[in-house]
């Protein structure tokens, strides 16, 4: 299973149209994750076109997406448990704040959004994975986005980098 991991996309606003470099993999996706910050509705309709999609909302997405989304969501695919969330908020890190979100569910794999900083590490057992911005880079060298791929018996989850979001 192809899973693609998405966050702040800020669409329209950072970019009219999906990078190249995405919507390839979005073309061959199963499903696909959007930790937040979408900004319109109309982005969520444009990725489910692709696959199924689950997704929560991030500070900036406009009321629509409240009402269709939640600001955290826990997600199974065969053994795999998947938290969700966008990870804003005051105080602590952003890193922080996902983790408190599921400090008592222990997930396999943590996704978060909202500092458009690519992370993957492992702390107590679970993967944290931000996927940076396809759109948004602001100080990082390249656009991101991730690439989780699940087995019968096992997962990994990969950064997809690149240059130019044209």
Do not use: C
Request: net charge neutral; glycine share 8%; proline share 6%.
């Amino acid at each position: 299973m192809n899973i693609i991991v998405v966050s702040d996309t800020h669409m329209p606003r950072m970019a009219k149209t999906f990078p190249p470099s995405l919507e390839s993999y979005l073309q061959k996706a199963d499903a696909i994750i959007h930790a937040g910050d979408w900004q319109t509705a109309a982005i969520a309709d444009e990725l489910n076109k692709f696959a199924p999609l689950y997704g929560v909302t991030g500070n900036v997405d406009e009321p629509p997406l409240h009402e269709r989304f939640e600001k955290v969501i826990r997600l199974t695919f065969g053994s795999l448990t998947i938290g969700v969330t966008h990870g804003d908020g005051k105080g602590k890190t952003t890193e922080q704040r996902a983790m408190d979100q599921f400090k008592d569910a222990n997930p396999d794999l943590l996704i978060f959004g909202h500092s458009h900083i690519p992370v993957k590490k492992k702390v107590n057992g679970t993967v944290l994975f931000n996927p940076g911005s396809p759109t948004d880079k602001r100080k990082q060298k390249q656009f991101s986005f991730g690439h989780l791929q699940i087995s019968e018996d096992q997962w990994s989850i990969e950064h997809v980098y690149f240059d130019s979001k044209t």
